[in-house]
């Protein structure tokens, strides 16, 4: 299992139609509301800050139903309860009531959350941040605005109307291995000694083995067969769907044809033992597909 996946959470899209309902089950007692801002989280203590409607309603001067965003439900042991998160406009106001209060973006906050709230806070994060990215019509550059439980944007025009939905970014991620070598690279902007697995953001038309081959070819001057789907994890940096393959190279010889990387080179099992005991190699963020695809071909 990746990290930020929870299947219990279930959205009820269809209660998005209702804000006067909405609103209501917002108004529950064990309802939470996460407040949300530029995709970062309140927090106290390293804790998410969930705030139930009348403390919410304390901290701002009026909760406006543009900025409420359903989550959706959690069925608990004897009850069912409901979550939001709520787009904060102006989080000083806030964080002057609550000095001990701190914005963290949810990098920091992965390592100490629970997997429900990692859950949670990825995808309200991820919709906020397409709501800040999303004020302006694409087709007319006039306004947007928020319906739907902040799951559409309709542009104010009314001679264009169009609706827009929150966007997702297809990319892919692959383990590419040649005999008992994986190979692995890494960005010059990157800490030193890190390196991880080859990714890419898939192109219009093409699909998810396309673009692993492509990638392959483009950063690593491989070709590659049996390309081979692991799983898939949401990657909300900023919006960001990481589809994870492993797939093998023909041939061993690399060339960085677009030079997305500084360096690429085959490692062994052993060889990563040995570097990332003394810290000349450091293997991606504990939570993410890519440090998942190489744990699985370590353990292979
Ligand atoms: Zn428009």
């Known amino acids: 299992m990746f990290a930020l996946q929870f299947d219990q959470l279930d959205r009820q899209a269809e209660l998005r139609i209702n804000p006067a309902h909405l609103r209501e089950l917002a108004q529950q007692a064990d309802s939470s509301i996460l407040p949300v801002h530029r995709q970062q989280l309140l927090t106290q203590d390293d804790s998410l800050l969930w705030l139930n409607w009348s403390e919410l309603s304390d901290t701002v001067e009026e909760i406006q139903d543009k900025h409420l965003i359903y989550l959706g439900q959690v069925q608990g042991a004897d009850q069912i309860k409901h979550y939001f998160s709520y787009r904060l406009t102006e989080p000083d106001y806030f964080i002057k009531q609550f000095p001990s209060v701190l914005l963290k973006g949810l990098r920091e906050l992965l390592p100490v959350l629970s997997e429900a709230e990692s859950f949670l806070a990825n995808v309200a994060i991820g919709i906020e941040h397409w709501h800040n990215t999303h004020q302006y019509c694409g087709y007319c550059g006039h306004t947007t605005y928020s319906k739907l439980a902040g799951f559409v944007r309709q542009c104010s025009n009314q001679e264009c109307a169009k609706e827009h939905y929150p966007r997702t970014d297809a990319a892919v991620i692959c383990a590419i291995t040649y005999q008992d070598k994986i190979l692995l690279g890494r960005q010059a902007q990157w800490p030193e000694n890190r390196y991880s697995v080859i990714a890419g953001f898939v192109e219009p038309g093409e699909s998810l083995e396309q673009a692993v081959a492509r990638e392959a ?84």
């Open 217 to 300: 070819n483009e950063e690593a001057g491989l070709t590659v067969t049996n390309i081979q789907y692991f799983g898939s994890q949401p990657w909300p940096f900023p919006q960001s769907l990481m589809t994870g393959f492993t797939a093998e190279a023909t041939h061993p010889s690399i060339e960085l044809k677009d030079h997305e990387l500084e360096h690429a080179d085959w490692f062994t099992r052993s060889q990563i033992n040995e570097l990332v005991g003394c810290s000349q190699l450091i293997l991606p963020y504990k939570y993410s597909i890519s440090r998942t695809l190489i744990e699985h071909w370590r353990n292979s």
